[in-house]
Structures are given as structure tokens and as C-alpha cells.
């Protein structure tokens, strides 16, 4: 166990909504990433944020956009969903004072599988 | 977009061999991690390499990195059965962090 939690586990929806996944990292890190990992794209990182900051931008594309909030849990907002978003997506947290992904060793959460219908 | 390429894309071998896994990569980096994913599960970050390093090591496991190849090397020893999983390597340069396609490791008991 990581100490990073991802919610929900599962989530199927139909194209055209919009979805909220939630992360909350490990006690102590100021730092959270955003994976998107699907069969035609690989792992790809998509943006980290760090304090509540927005810290690096990935391949996000505009539809999608996240934040992180003062207790320094973060959501992940998906919107316009095509079939093609379908995917796992992780959140990962590191402790780093600054510095973009891949500063510091990152601990992944177990996920959340997207279905776009 | 992938920027390391990992070699072979999947390795199977017996429990108690090594097994030796690559990563090439294309663009300047600060750093390469090595993670494992069990399938379906988050990666576990294995071990972070700096530019300026050529070698590190953590229990089984082994990495080198020549940046003049612009390629790594991921060498686990002794394999056992719970080592069956997918490995990646991450490229790291300024604020960017690009994924391999990974190598699928089964290791037979």
C-alpha cells in the first residue's frame, strides 16, 4: 500500500459527460501527479501540482483540468468524455519541495479505470 | 507521446535466472527511473538514476545508464516468480517525464 488513495475505483459513463476523479496523496506530500495509462498511448503524464500550485503541464489535453486543494487532496476533472479517454488513471504523490515530475521518487495510487460508453 | 523504448517487449525466463531489461531514449535527461506494475495495479518506483551517474544498485536489482548511447539497462538478479510484472523506464528532463512502453517480465517458477 502506497498511502495514496484514488476514488472511485471504477467509473463508466456515457460520451459527451463529465467526470471528477479524486486523489489523496500520502501524509506529507506536497506534491500530486496525474497519469492517464490507456492501450493506444502508454503511461503519459499529464500535470502535477505542488502546494495547491499548478507545477507542470504534460500531454493534458484542454478538456481535461485539475486542482489541488488546500488539504492537498486533488481532483482530476475529465470533461466532453470521448471513447478514446477511456483509461486507467493514476495519481501519484511525492514529498519534493519543488521541482517538476521525476524530481523525487513518486508513489502511485492504485488508480481508477475510466469507461467511456 | 513515449519517449524511452524498452527491450525487449516481453522477457520470459526461469525462476533464479537474470533478467535483463533496456531502455533507449532520444532528447537529454536529468534523471531515468525504473518502475514495476503488476497488472492492472500502480507502478512502484524502483530506483531513480541521475545523469551524472553511471550506476546504481538497490537489493537485486541493478541499473546503468550511458548517456552517451542514450540508453539504460535494468538487470534483476535471481529472479523469482513475484518479479512477473511489467517494468518502464521514465525519462526525466526539466519539467517533463516520458514513459517507455515497458517490458512484460514472466518469470516461471
Known amino acids: 500500500d502506497s498511502g495514496v488513495t484514488q476514488t472511485p475505483k471504477h467509473l463508466i459513463t456515457a460520451t459527451g459527460q463529465r467526470v471528477t476523479l479524486r486523489c489523496s496523496p500520502r501524509s506529507g506530500d506536497l506534491s500530486v501527479y496525474w497519469y492517464q495509462q490507456s492501450l493506444d498511448q502508454g503511461l503519459q503524464f499529464l500535470i502535477q501540482y505542488y502546494n495547491g500550485e499548478e507545477r507542470a503541464k504534460g500531454n493534458i489535453l484542454e478538456r481535461f483540468s485539475a486542482q489541488q486543494f488546500p488539504d492537498l487532496h486533488s481532483e482530476l476533472n475529465l470533461s466532453s468524455l470521448e471513447l478514446g479517454d477511456s483509461a486507467l488513471y493514476f495519481c501519484?504523490?511525492?514529498?519534493?519541495?519543488?521541482?517538476?515530475?521525476?524530481?523525487?521518487?513518486?508513489?502511485f495510487g492504485p488508480g481508477t479505470r475510466l469507461t467511456v460508453t | 507521446s513515449q519517449q524511452g523504448e524498452e527491450d525487449p517487449q516481453a522477457l520470459s525466463i526461469q525462476e533464479g535466472e537474470n533478467a535483463t531489461m533496456n531502455c533507449s531514449y532520444k532528447t537529454s535527461i536529468n534523471n531515468l527511473q525504473w518502475y514495476r506494475q503488476n497488472s492492472g495495479r500502480g507502478l512502484v518506483h524502483l530506483i531513480l538514476i541521475r545523469s551524472n551517474e553511471r550506476e546504481k544498485h538497490s537489493g537485486r536489482l541493478r541499473v546503468t545508464l550511458d548517456t552517451s548511447k542514450k540508453s539504460s539497462s535494468l538487470l534483476i538478479t535471481a529472479s523469482r516468480a513475484a518479479d512477473t510484472a511489467s517494468y518502464f523506464c521514465?525519462?526525466?528532463?526539466?519539467?517533463?517525464?516520458?514513459f517507455g512502453a515497458g517490458t512484460r517480465l514472466t518469470v516461471k517458477p
Open positions: 501519484a504523490s511525492s514529498f519534493g519541495l519543488a521541482g517538476g515530475p521525476g524530481s523525487y521518487e513518486q508513489y
Open positions: 521514465a525519462t526525466v528532463a526539466k519539467n517533463d517525464m516520458r
